[in-house]
């Protein structure tokens, strides 16, 4: 199979598994918003979360995707290593992950009253459950990813998803509440990690146990590996989760209900951009290692140019729907999320570079680089949000997360560029016609908009955004159907 015959196999995979995580998400988040939690027991849950996230950050402490860099080296030139790249990893992971959830139960109830909320106390001590199921979930699917079995993978997540799903409604109609959609998490996330670490253990170590001796040194750079990636993921987690814990400390439930929405809206969006990145990182670390750096580069322009030609019109055509939009579905109780969402609109468009930018620097050896800019940004961030939270509200800690994420895109992209040497102009001229067609079809959707009364006639606007956008994308050649029907197919 060539690499653009595995890359979109690898793609198609991670799509529906990404399907089926996302719509199993968006299913518990409308069930969960709309019937069976008020915003309050929302919010709660979700603060919760955010902090665990926190926690989990020491519980990982990038170690998984430290071996996931190792394993799809090594599994080039050397798979016999794989095995013992694993068993070390695992090991370590075991030591940190246990003293982090002995801390965590030793002290819950002493974070919960420091944070101002005693009632979080229940979900950080089932939070030692939480973090290490949830774990070794994400580990089995970053190691799979390192070793370009992307269905693999894939799977694990589209398992974590649906079993989630189950779970959690299940537990709040049996009148668990907000905690029992948190144990719903639990279980989700136990079953996933179970069925990826039985499939690790089939399909990769007992492929190659005892096929060579232990490298001298690969524990020690694993290790050593792991700690830019340790600084970066802290980074992430102070943007991704750390306003959420602001919101919730400076604000109320209700707040961290409206922003928490508004952000997995955007991710519900974002699925295949991750999809896409999550599949065609990998190969930039082969491709750095047998020295085909332009057929590299040369994935990474058609993939950034078709994210952007799909994603710049979505952000603009979800600010325009933001207000029936979360009325209509949601309920007329979070219509103050309405502004969070269209300030992050702006943030999908950023985060859709990031998706097919990061992973792909950490396997062309680049996390270090990478790490440096995730911290400052994230650091500002961090102070941005104290900045804007208690005096602009729910809306400062969204648009902070805009500011700085434009400054970490930028910094990322110079950082592929000095790499893969992108051809600038041919990518300028691709993204200005984007724009003229992101134009054209706003245009459309506000001559609509006044007319929406309806969650019938939000599906209309909708689609006349959708059908102005194919039509103008297929007569500017950005968008190939023929090339569409391949992939499909």
Request: proline letters at 3%; a neutral charge; hydrophobic letters at 55%.
């Amino acid at each position: 199979m060539d690499r653009q015959a595995h890359i979109v196999r690898g793609f198609k995979a991670t799509l529906v598994a990404r399907a089926v995580y996302m719509v199993s998400s968006s299913l518990l988040m409308l069930v969960l918003a709309r019937y069976l939690l008020d915003p309050a027991g929302y919010g709660e849950l979700y603060w919760a979360i955010g902090i665990l996230a926190v926690v989990q950050l020491f519980a990982d402490v990038g170690l998984g995707k430290s071996a996931a860099r190792y394993v799809a080296e090594y599994r080039e030139d050397d798979p016999g290593q794989i095995p013992h790249l694993l068993r070390s990893t695992v090991t370590a992971k075991l030591i940190v992950i246990g003293i982090v959830a002995y801390t965590l139960l030793l002290f819950h109830e002493h974070i919960a009253n420091l944070l101002g909320d005693p009632g979080a106390a229940p979900f950080l001590a089932a939070g030692v459950v939480y973090i290490t199921v949830n774990s070794f979930n994400v580990f089995a699917q970053i190691v799979f990813q390192g070793y370009n079995e992307l269905v693999y993978s894939a799977a694990i997540q589209a398992i974590s998803g649906a079993a989630r799903l189950v779970f959690a409604v299940l537990f709040v109609l049996a009148g668990l509440g907000a905690l029992g959609a948190f144990f719903g998490y639990i279980v989700g996330y136990a079953i996933a990690a179970a069925v990826g670490l039985v499939w690790l253990y089939r399909t990769v170590y007992r492929k190659y146990e005892g096929v060579a001796e232990f490298e001298d040194g690969l524990s020690r750079r694993v290790l050593e590996y792991s700690v830019p990636l340790t600084a970066t993921r802290s980074a992430n987690v102070v943007d991704k989760q750390i306003d959420i814990v602001l919101v919730g400390f400076f604000l109320n439930p209700v707040a961290v209900a409206f922003y928490t929405l508004a952000k997995q809206l955007s991710d519900f969006l974002l699925a295949p951009a991750e999809s896409l990145g999550f599949t065609i990182s990998p190969n930039f670390g082969e491709q750095k290692v047998a020295g085909q750096l332009e057929e590299a580069r040369r994935i990474y322009e058609t993939a950034l140019t078709n994210a952007m030609l799909l994603y710049v019109p979505a952000a603009v055509g979800l600010a325009l729907v933001a207000e029936p939009l979360m009325t209509m579905v949601f309920g007329a109780e979070y219509a103050g999320a309405v502004p969070v969402v269209q300030v992050f609109s702006l943030f999908i468009v950023l985060q859709t570079v990031t998706n097919l930018t990061s992973d792909s620097l950490d396997y062309l050896g680049r996390a270090r680089s990478r790490a440096i800019a995730k911290g400052a940004t994230s650091t500002a961030n961090l102070l941005l949000n104290i900045a804007l939270i208690p005096t602009i509200g729910v809306v400062g800690a969204a648009v902070a997360t805009v500011a700085t994420h434009t400054v970490y895109v930028l910094v990322n992209l110079y950082i592929v560029h000095s790499e893969l040497s992108l051809h600038l102009e041919s990518l300028a001229r691709s993204f200005g016609r984007i724009c003229g067609i992101t134009g054209v079809m706003a245009a459309a959707v506000l001559l609509v908009t006044p007319l929406i009364s309806n969650l019938v006639m939000l599906v209309g606007a909708i689609a006349v955004g959708v059908v102005t956008w194919g039509t103008l994308a297929v007569a500017s050649g950005l968008l190939d159907l023929r090339q569409i029907q391949s992939v499909v197919t």
